[in-house]
């Protein structure tokens, strides 16, 4: 069965500190994974990693996979209190017409 | 583009009683649609996937006589948490994918459900 774990589960940091959330997959058939913040309401995309090596990056933040280790890591620097979200990585099983398997989700509260 | 939209927004029911959640692709024709299911400081669980004009196909513990749902046209997919208890309070998202076999998910804003 497809897994994706998440570490920390939360995390409290002060503004303009500079976070890294953990995702690890055990997954069959890998073909991307996928990162999302969430705030009050639904998930919003942030990025999907399809190769090993190659650095994401918007604004911020900046995500990059390790195929070799079947982990990602996001990447926030400068934290402001807007950061301050669930974070969710997930795997799209393309076997199952796509469906995600989310992580746990890390929780992070940037204190001002 | 690639709107999808849920009412209502949240619901306040009785025990005992029924509950009708819609999720609707706006601006485009959802092939699939995914029903999620969150508890606080949970992550999303899947509860069903959908294609339209077919039967849903549920997750493992899903009872699907107790969510029942509906996709019946290519914008509009319906779960209704039938004989609702304090236990199903949760928040309940959708997401649309225009095709089949795709990563490409929009969510909804979510449904949040009380059921006292």
């Known amino acids: 069965e497809d897994k994706v774990v998440q570490s920390p589960l939360s995390l409290v940091v002060h503004e303009g500190d500079t976070v890294t959330l953990n995702c690890s997959y055990e997954?069959?058939?890998?073909?991307?994974l996928l990162w999302y913040k969430q705030e009050k309401k639904a998930p919003t995309f942030l990025f999907m990693l399809?190769?090993?090596?190659i650095e994401k990056k918007s604004g911020r933040l900046s995500s990059i996979l390790d195929k070799k280790e079947l982990s990602s890591i996001l990447n926030i620097t400068a934290t402001q209190t807007g950061d301050s979200a669930i974070y969710l990585c997930?795997?799209?099983?393309?076997?199952?017409?796509?469906?995600?398997?989310f992580g746990q989700g890390t929780e992070l509260s940037v204190k001002p | 583009g690639a709107v999808v939209s849920q009412h209502p927004s949240w619901v306040i029911c009785k025990s005992g009683t029924s509950v009708k959640i819609e999720c609707r692709s706006l601006d485009f024709q959802a092939t699939t649609m995914f029903w999620y299911r969150q508890f606080p400081k949970q992550s999303l669980m899947l509860m069903a996937t959908s294609n339209e004009g077919s039967k849903a196909t549920y997750e493992q513990g899903v009872e699907k006589d107790k969510f029942l749902i509906n996709h019946a046209s290519l914008t509009l997919s319906t779960l209704t948490v039938t004989s609702a208890h304090p236990e199903d309070s949760s928040f309940y998202i959708c997401s649309a994918s225009q095709r089949r076999i795709s990563y490409e998910q929009y969510f909804g804003p979510g449904t949040r459900l009380t059921v006292t």
């Open positions: 997954v069959t058939n890998f073909r991307s």
């Open positions: 997930a795997h799209p099983n393309y076997n199952q017409g796509g469906k995600l398997i």
């Open positions: 399809t190769s090993s090596g």
